[in-house]
């Protein structure tokens, strides 16, 4: 079992810059592949950034590369996306996930833990 906790979220102006964070427990954090996902209010949830076991290999949606990182600390138990040149259409809830077995990262149903999320919020 792992459990996730998101946090570093906040109210940021257009521009701007903001890292969230994620931090999981237990000794097998190195073990998952970890995804940031994000929920805007009255749309589904979409996947934002993942990274692999390692930290070698990252993936990120459309919208916000070049302007999104996704890292880890292996060491420390954390997840990292460091966000920059903020929009206001990046206002959501920021969920964090981890699988174990992840073929698609994209994908929520890849994902077996899930965090209680971090609201951001982009002012224009």
């Known amino acids: 079992q792992v459990q996730l906790v998101e946090s570093g979220g906040g109210l940021v102006q257009a521009g701007g810059s903001l890292r969230v964070s994620c931090t999981a427990s237990?000794?097998?954090?190195?073990?998952?592949?970890m995804g940031w996902f994000r929920q805007a209010p009255g749309q589904e949830r979409e996947f934002v950034a993942g990274?692999?076991?390692?930290?070698?290999?990252?993936g990120y949606t459309d919208s916000v590369k070049g302007r999104f990182t996704i890292s880890r600390d292996n060491a420390k138990n954390t997840v990292y996306l460091q966000m920059s040149s903020l929009k206001p259409e990046d206002t959501a809830v920021y969920y964090c996930?981890?699988?174990?077995?992840?073929?698609?990262?994209?994908?929520?149903?890849?994902?077996?833990?899930w965090g209680q999320g971090t609201q951001v919020t982009v002012s224009s």
């Open positions: 996930a981890a699988g174990g077995s992840v073929a698609n990262m994209t994908q929520e149903y890849e994902y077996d833990y």
């Open positions: 237990g000794r097998t954090f190195s073990r998952y592949r």
């Open positions: 990274i692999s076991r390692s930290g070698i290999f990252t």
